[in-house]
């Protein structure tokens, strides 16, 4: 900078005794001599030269020059530059800095004895915690140690701990500095078993649930909120680490930051308080292959030990489906399912999502397809959290799924799919959709198996899932099902959005009794009030609503009438789409009075082996055009084993009703009520329906009707024919034993599975 202000300078200079030269009067050297001049004098001289002037001086010098100055300096360089200055030296640099400074040091430092509080969230890091010390008392060897991130020198002397034990900020009341990436260490006491930086004998930190922060000026610059063993480290005699890798000020808080510490630094806690950690473990993606060898060998497969690995789903125990976790190492997989047959809920886990572990393999098996590990020895839980997010892939746009069904097999995935098939059964407690995704786009038809989207019942009532519906699922594991892949969803948060539905609307409106209307909407409803039901002609009383049906009060109705019920247009479903549409009341539906009004089509007389036999059922169906109540209508059997049905079940024209032999019973059948009879015989008996003391249908079966596992129906197209006095005729047959009439599979491939069957379906054509 100074160098070219000098410079302008010394050309403005030169110009300007140019410029006086060039307007003198005349170039003749002798006219313009003064008559004065020493005739020795030199003739090309300057007259006006200084008579003092070095005879050896440059004519052409700064007049101004300092006579002293080395004729031989550069014309450029500052004149109030020190002469004795090295060359070398950055001109732009501070003429006072301390010759001494390392030239590399940030300009913006604090001089030595400068320092000041931190005073941004994450320029000190709470990087260690000791909560419960063993081998010391916890009032003496409890500690925090904190970790300069910043490239400034800090004192936190006026600054204060806070820690929920004690409930009281405790002001740091010495001196007490912390220069770049250094450690302090304050605690509890005067021996923990090393020497802290500083003693406050009244920090107190919870040795449960609890949390620590460090807070200048009034500012939180760091902290921690962690639990009692949950996903933070809680181990007796153990400190309570942060990654190393996480040491950024900016980096994001949380427990997959913070690991327990490793080194003993007194006579058995476990800790490395005032030095840097060790960082934490993280996942073996080399175990990806060993998991792989595992599906490849399947039941062949020898005892080997899966070292951390990730826990990435718990899978409740529903139905006949064991209860178990998945495991993953890779993001492109593959992945495993284990099996806790022992368990009976996901609480009674050995481990929990999240979790690092190592575990020992001793057995795998292979049923419909499915390879699992069936028993497991050890388990070393390494590090309490890691977010399954990590190993997570979204196979929307994926066009390989059923080509490379084993790499898809109980792999963490997220994914959008388009609702393409009605709900059917999908084994005990659940139900499926058909399903197609963006990259599966017209590669389905040519596979062998197809892609469904698996849930509990009690979730498929709630969605209220149509073709034509897209859903997005989040971070589920792929169940599988032979050559079928399942996104299995057992959780309804793990549905994001659904969207694109059919409009939703009442389907149905029918008279229960003369105070009482039933509506079916093709969706359940968020809510549905008396104050949001207008019927002309009729006072709305109470609305009682369960899911996707309303039972609304009125007050008496004429039969005779038709009614027409609306609805509010505040009215939504549960994925807030308003209800759309009105209709009409059918009156008040009479019961079956003839028979064929009310047709059985179906029943399960052995689902399972032995005594308690909870999947049984019987199906009905209507084929005639007309509406029916079967409200008080009797369900029985030959040995006067009669149940009056209680539900209010109204069966519109072609609809089936299923009555299970146990509510929610190990069949997971979506039934419209509980027959509440001692179980069907496996010898043979009779089944029938009455209704106001008219039979509607009776069936008599045999004991070569009954068969382990296997439904016998009607012949779909022999619906209207009677059951009544043949028995079991042509009409009728097992279920044929084929994957498409597969409605159950369990997890043990024994005698009991597969179920065949078509339970609360059409039927099908017999062979």
């Known amino acids: 900078m100074f160098r070219g202000k000098v410079l302008t300078i010394f050309i403005a200079l030169a110009f300007a005794a140019g410029g006086a030269l060039a307007c003198g009067g005349t170039d003749d050297p002798v006219a313009n ?44 360089q500052d004149p109030n530059q020190d002469p004795n200055q090295d060359p070398n030296q950055d001109p732009n640099q501070d003429p006072n800095q301390d010759p001494n400074q390392d030239p590399n040091q940030d300009p913006n430092q604090q001089e030595p004895g400068d320092a000041e509080h931190p005073d941004e969230a994450g320029q000190v890091l709470l990087s260690e915690f000791m909560k419960s010390p063993t081998d010391v008392s916890a009032t003496e060897g409890q500690w925090i140690e904190l970790y300069n991130s910043t490239f400034m020198d800090f004192d936190l002397e006026g600054c204060e701990i806070s820690s929920s034990e004690t409930g009281m900020s405790h002001e740091i009341d010495d001196t007490l500095s912390m220069g770049t990436g250094e450690f302090v260490v304050i605690a509890n006491g005067d021996d923990p078993g090393f020497e802290p930086d500083l003693v406050i004998s009244d920090l107190g930190l919870a040795g449960g649930a609890g949390s620590i922060a460090l807070v200048c000026g009034g500012t939180t610059i760091t902290g921690v909120e962690y639990d009692d063993g949950e996903t933070y480290p809680s181990t007796p005699g153990v400190s309570v680490v942060r990654d190393p890798d996480f040491f950024a000020p900016d980096e994001a ?42 599906r490849d060998a399947g039941a062949d497969a020898d005892a080997t030990t899966l070292e951390r690995v990730l826990v990435t ?58 390879t699992v590990v069936s028993t497991v020895g050890e388990i070393d839980i390494i590090r309490l959290y890691i977010p399954p997010s990590n190993v997570v892939s979204n196979i929307s746009d994926a066009d390989d799924i059923l080509t490379h069904i084993d790499e898809y097999e109980a792999r963490l995935v997220s994914a959008d799919l388009t609702i393409d098939g009605d709900s059917a059964y999908a084994g005990a407690g659940y139900e499926k959709y058909r399903v197609v995704t963006e990259g599966m786009a017209g590669q389905i038809e040519a596979a062998d198996g197809v892609l469904e989207f698996r849930v509990p019942l009690e979730h498929s009532e709630v969605l209220g899932l149509e073709p034509g519906c897209e859903i997005s699922v989040e971070q589920i594991p792929v169940w599988r099902h032979r050559d079928n892949i399942q996104f299995s969803a057992w959780e309804l948060l793990e549905v994001e959005f659904v969207d ?28 549905l009030e008396s104050g949001d039901v207008t019927i002309d002609g009729l006072d709305v009383t109470f609305v009682l609503l369960d899911g996707a049906t309303a039972l609304i009060e009125t007050s008496a109705q004429d039969l005779t009438s038709v ?15 308003p209800v759309v549409g009105e209709i009409d009341v059918e009156g008040m539906s009479e019961r079956p009075s003839t028979p064929m009004d009310v047709v059985i089509t179906e029943f399960m007389a052995q689902f399972q082996s032995g005594g308690q036999d909870p999947g049984e059922y019987i199906e009905l169906h209507n084929p005639t055009q007309e509406t029916w109540m079967l409200t008080g209508c009797v369900l029985g059997k030959s040995d006067t084993s009669n149940y009056t049905i209680e539900a209010p079940i109204i069966l519109e024209p072609g609809e089936e009703a299923l009555f299970t032999s146990t509510e929610g019973g190990a069949a997971g059948l979506d039934e419209d009520d509980v027959f509440g009879f001692p179980r069907l015989a496996n010898s043979g008996d009779t089944i ?7 039979t509607i249908d009776e069936l008599t079966y045999s004991g070569s009707a009954v068969e382990l596992g296997i439904s016998y129906q009607k012949d779909v197209d022999s619906l209207t024919e009677s059951n009544a006095g043949s028995g079991i005729d042509d009409h009728w047959c097992l279920t044929p034993q084929e994957s498409s009439h597969e409605y159950w599979v369990g997890d043990d491939d024994d005698a009991t599975n597969p179920k065949y069957g078509t339970p609360g379906q059409a039927n099908i054509s017999c062979p």
């Open 253 to 294: 808080d949380g427990p997959w930051i913070w690991c327990e510490g490793t080194g003993v630094y007194n006579t058995s806690d476990v800790g490395s308080p005032g030095e840097m950690a060790e960082a934490c473990p993280w996942i073996d993606e080399g175990s990806a292959a060993d998991i792989a060898a595992l």
């Open 33 to 76: 001599q003064s008559e004065e001049q020493d005739p020795n004098q030199d003739p090309n001289q300057d007259p006006n030269q200084d008579p003092n002037q070095d005879p050896n001086q440059d004519p052409n010098q700064d007049p101004n020059q300092d006579p002293n100055q080395d004729p031989n300096q550069d014309p450029n």
């Open 313 to 370: 789903y718990a899978r409740p125990e529903i139905g006949d489906d064991e209860a178990g976790f998945f495991i993953q190492a890779s993001a492109s997989g593959p992945a495993i399912f284990v099996s806790a047959d022992d368990a009976t809920g996901v609480e009674e886990l050995p481990v929990r999502p999240g979790q690092l572990i190592d575990v020992e393999v001793q057995g795998v098996e292979v049923a419909a397809d499915r």
């Open 563 to 577: 009614y027409t019920v609306e609805f509010a247009s505040s009215v939504t479903d549960i994925w807030g789409n």
């Open 688 to 694: 029938f329906l009455e209704c106001d003391g008219q």
């Open 500 to 527: 694109h539905c059919p409009a939703t609307m009442a389907v149905s409106a029918a008279s229960v009794d003369e105070e009482t209307i039933e509506v079916r909407f093709n969706r359940p409803l968020e809510s």
